[in-house]
């Protein structure tokens, strides 16, 4: 199990254990990067056990830039084979498509009329993603709005995800809390966020100033989960570190930001804490530190390349695990949003 913060399994409601809802998704944007697995994908399995949890597919987000027509549901089934690969179970589990379900993009436009521009505007995600895009469309600036509704319309108590995402988890709270504010109601939980202690935010290995992406232009920066072992063991040691004589292994992101994102995913993927590694590597050369992170890494990787090849061939199949997963979802994202249509005077 990850380390993961502000984990909570289950709200006591008058003497009687309720299980927490938990809902996450990803982009199909490409294939998932070691920092979307370490930020998040890894817990989901996890929580399987004990939360009801619902993993979305997030094809309507991938659409605020333009993607090509024969590839989306090709990415989609990518993700989800990834999604099975690190062991999430679709019979414990819902599994589902976002634009099969259409209460996402209703709910979206009702709680646009209860979210201010002044809020959309401050998002940074918005900021960055418009820096050098000439497609700067509406849905990109109102994206926060479609994962708020994402998230409210499943009664989500814990959405765990990386650092990048906690603005718009905010947002979601916010929205949630003025809605039942307003209709003096309790129409939608108010979400929290959950993020792993040291891997919420795992930066480009050639840069990491910044955030490792699936859309970096340059792939040394990032390792995406179907990369081959020659290439995964070439770009991390090929990450930046420092010149320091002699080398020092230690955490600083801001003197030693290449060393702390190494430490970073090797406490992740092993367990054990960054102080514990310090010690471990203290008369150790920037080779170990990297040797380590590639054989853990690559550990991690090569079980889910494993899996990934066997179900990525069963089209029929995960066909099959969208569609029953859209029906599990339509029940409770049905339920939610006819409370809001109702508290808003509008009619089914
Ligand atoms: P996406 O597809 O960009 O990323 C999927 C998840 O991976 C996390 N992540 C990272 N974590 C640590 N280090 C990194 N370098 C890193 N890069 C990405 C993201 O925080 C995310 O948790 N908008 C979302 C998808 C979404 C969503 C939602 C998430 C749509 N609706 C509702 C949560 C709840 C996105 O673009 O994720």
Redesign the pocket.
Known sequence: MPNLIFYQKIKINKGEYVKLNI?????P?GIP?L??Y???IRSWNAFQKNYNSIY?I?DL?AITKRQNPKLLLKNSLDLLSIYLSCDIDPKISTIFMQSHRPEHTQLSWMLSCYTYFGELKRMVQFKEKSKNNKNINIGLFSYPIL?AS??LLYQTHK?P?????AQ?IELSKLIAKRFNKIYNSNIFNVPELIITQS????MALSNPKK???KSDKNKNNFISLLDSEESIIRKIKNAQTDSDQPPVIKYDVIKKPGISNLLCILSELTGKNIIELETYFSNKLYRDLKLEVIHTVLEHIKKIQKKYFSIRSKEKYLIEILQSGSEKAKKIANNTLSKVKNAIGLHS
Do not use: E
């Not at 891997?199 to 795992?202: E, M, N, T």
């Open positions: 809902f996450s998704a990803a982009q944007s990067t920092g979307n370490i930020g998040t979305c997030a987000h994962m994402d998230i959405v995800a990386g650092l990048d995402q718009h891997g919420s935010r795992i955030k490792m992406s």
